[in-house]
């Protein structure tokens, strides 16, 4: 691999996720070489990416490319490859683009959709993990609608313009606000022949409330929100298929839809050549100590969504979301570089700073440990906090702006079919 040879040791990063870049950032000016491998070549801010999908933001908005991010650097190289195998005992990593070995590996894949083996469902539902998926409910969303409005079938109009969502937990309550959004501010008025109310969206979640992993409090809240802006909520309800026509659950209810999407969990990402002795098989996830070292191996941690530390206040793990992300990437960074002067590394341990999510406009729910509060104020707590993790000065002055111009004009601009989404 065209990768310059170096006196330095060698770190190989696998993921420019929010934990891959922010232990290479605080890593990046030690006496290392660093090779970062992403299958993109752009670090994604996973939590806009309903905002993508319907039509509030650009992609590139919320999308940044991983070179720019440390171009000033020379130890530091990135390759476009994906990783494919790890050898443990000659401590070499195997990528679509060939062999590296390396002295430190850090492993922060992050997870991909959990479909609970049903193949039916993986086929025909849209999943929202990456920029591409987001970009394909988008298409397939405006498609429907154009659809719809062509057609003189009432039948057919029902299932186009219908709009069913797995899993109630912040990824599906912030899609079924934005589509609510959508439908309030859009559909009204580009599309005069169609009728809001034939617009339906409805959010199936098998537990019993909505924003599973948030207070109580919380959860009420946000499902009124939902409830006023004309979301069908139906909790209890677990999805047992989707022929690409109809949705039917395990108690044998149907829902005719063209547009059904799944966030309805998520699993670990691992990389094969790591025995799964090192994994938590119903996660996937690796186990690591409190210094983010795999459990068992020598020089190879873990970081973020991909890494599972038991601790005696997160005795399942930390939550996968952002945070432990960042500040585990942070953390294993200033250990490394003690380790490297042969200082002792110090434990981790995570700062809840909270948890949020928002329903639309001037709607959003906050749990802090002491206080919990929605509305008005949340909502800009969420639109603030949101603008201050995006990477990179011009994703935020574009997403501010847009943000500002949406709200203004009850607008969503990039409702454009680009690209057709072609899957029937
Ligand atoms: C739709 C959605 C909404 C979310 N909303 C929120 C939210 O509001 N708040 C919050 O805190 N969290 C949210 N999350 C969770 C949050 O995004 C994750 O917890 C966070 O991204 C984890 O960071 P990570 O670095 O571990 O993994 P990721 O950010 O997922 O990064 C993993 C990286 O690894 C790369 N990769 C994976 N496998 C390979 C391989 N074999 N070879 C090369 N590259 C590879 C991927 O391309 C990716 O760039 C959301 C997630 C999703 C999907």
Redesign the pocket.
């Known amino acids: 691999m065209n990768i310059p040879s170096s006196e330095l040791p060698r770190i190989i990063v696998?993921?420019?996720?929010?934990?891959?870049i922010a232990f290479i950032k605080k890593m990046i000016k030690a006496p290392v070489q660093i090779v970062l491998?992403?299958?993109?070549n752009y670090?994604?801010f996973?939590?806009l990416?309903?905002q993508v999908s319907t039509a509030g933001l650009e992609p590139d908005s919320i999308a940044y490319p991983l070179r720019k991010i440390f171009r000033k650097h020379d130890d530091f190289h990135f390759r476009l490859?994906?990783?494919e195998h790890i050898e443990v005992a000659s401590k070499e990593v195997h990528t679509s683009i060939g062999n590296l070995s390396f002295d430190y590996l850090v492993i922060?894949?992050?997870?991909r959709t959990n479909y609970f083996g049903n193949e039916a469902i993986e086929k025909n539902s849209m999943a929202?993990?990456t920029v591409p998926q987001a970009l394909n409910i988008r298409s397939l969303m405006l498609q429907n609608i154009e659809e719809a409005d062509q057609s003189d079938d009432a039948q057919k109009r029902k299932r186009l313009l219908n709009f069913v969502i797995a899993g109630a937990g912040?990824?599906g309550v912030e899609l079924a606000g934005a589509l609510s959004e959508f439908r309030k501010g859009i559909l009204e008025n580009d599309y005069p022949e169609l009728e809001e109310e034939e617009m339906e969206i409805h959010l199936l979640e098998g537990g019993d409330k909505v924003l599973g992993p948030m207070s109580d409090t919380s959860s009420k809240k946000a499902q009124q929100f939902l409830e006023n802006m004309g979301v069908h909520i139906h909790l209890n309800t677990m999805v047992n298929d989707y022929d690409g026509t109809t949705v039917t659950t395990k108690d044998g209810t149907t829902f005719e839809t063209a547009t059904f999407i799944w966030a309805a969990g998520v699993t670990g990402?691992p990389?094969a050549g790591i025995a799964a002795a090192h994994l938590v098989e119903k996660q996937n996830r690796y186990k690591v100590d409190r210094y983010n070292r795999i459990e068992g191996l020598e020089d190879i941690f873990a970081?973020?969504?991909?890494a599972l530390m038991e601790t005696e206040a997160f005795p399942k793990g930390h939550p996968?979301?952002?945070?432990p992300?960042l500040q585990q990437g942070k953390h294993l960074a200033n250990n490394l570089q003690k380790h490297l002067k042969q200082q002792e590394m110090e434990p981790f341990t995570y700062f809840d700073k909270g948890t949020m999510a928002t329903i639309g406009r001037n709607r959003a729910v906050v749990d802090f440990k002491k206080m919990r509060f929605g509305g008005a104020f949340a909502w800009l707590l969420w639109m603030f906090v949101h603008l201050w993790f995006l990477v990179g000065f011009r994703n935020r002055v574009v997403t501010f702006f847009n943000w500002t111009y949406n709200y203004i004009n009850y607008d969503r601009a990039a409702r454009l079919i680009i690209r057709p989404y072609k899957n029937r």
Do not use: E, S
Not at 14 to 20: L, N, Q, R, T
Not at 320 to 323: D, N, T, Y
């Open positions: 696998i993921g420019g996720g929010f934990a891959g491998f992403d299958k993109h670090h994604t996973q939590p990416l309903y490859a994906t990783v922060a894949t992050g997870t929202m993990k912040p990824t990402a990389v970081l973020g969504d991909i996968q979301v952002a945070q992300a």
